[in-house]
C-alpha cells in the first residue's frame, strides 16, 4: 500500500515538472500561448477568491455568484493588465521615435545654420564684386 502510495506521489511530481517544463518551452515558442495562460490564470485567481468570499458571505448560492462575479473580474483585471502593458509598450517606442526625429531636427538645423552662413558669406562676396564692377572711372579726353 505505501509503496503504491510512494509511486503515485514521485510520479505525479515528476509529470508535473515534465508538465512545467514543456509548459515553459512553450511560452519561449508561443506568445499566444503565453497569453492565453495569463488569461485562465487571472480569471482562475478571481474565481477562487470570488468563490471563497461569495462562500463565506452567502453560503451555496454565494459562491457561485462569487465564482460568476470573480472570473468576470479576474477576465477584466487581465484585460486592463495587457492594455496597460501595451500601453507602456507603445509609449517607449514613441519616445525612442521621438529621439531620433529630435537628432534628425538638430542636425538638420545644423546643417541650415551652416548653409545660411555660407549663403551670407557668398552675398557679401558678390556685393563687394558688383561694387567693384560698378566703381569703374571713365575718363575722356578734354
Avoid at 488569461?39 to 482562475?44: L, R, T, V
Avoid at 477576465?75 to 525612442?96: N, P
Wanted: charge should be neutral; aromatic fraction near 4%; proline fraction near 1%.
Amino acid at each position: 500500500m505505501y509503496r503504491k502510495l510512494i509511486f503515485l506521489v514521485v510520479g505525479s511530481a515528476l509529470a508535473t515538472s515534465a508538465s512545467a517544463g514543456e509548459r515553459h518551452r512553450a511560452h519561449k515558442a508561443e506568445r499566444a500561448a503565453r497569453h492565453e495562460a495569463r488569461a485562465a490564470q487571472h480569471e482562475s485567481i478571481g474565481m477562487g477568491s470570488g468563490a471563497a468570499i461569495g462562500a463565506m458571505a452567502g453560503g451555496p448560492v454565494g459562491l457561485i455568484l462569487g465564482a460568476a462575479f470573480g472570473s468576470w473580474i479576474g477576465d477584466r483585471f487581465h484585460h486592463e493588465h495587457d492594455a496597460r502593458i501595451k500601453a507602456e509598450q507603445s509609449t517607449e517606442q514613441a519616445l525612442a521615435r521621438s529621439k531620433t526625429l529630435e537628432t534628425r531636427l538638430v542636425a538638420a538645423e545644423s546643417a541650415a545654420s551652416q548653409a545660411g552662413a555660407a549663403f551670407a558669406g557668398e552675398r557679401a562676396q558678390h556685393h563687394r564684386d558688383l561694387e567693384e564692377a560698378l566703381s569703374i572711372e571713365v575718363l575722356f579726353r578734354t
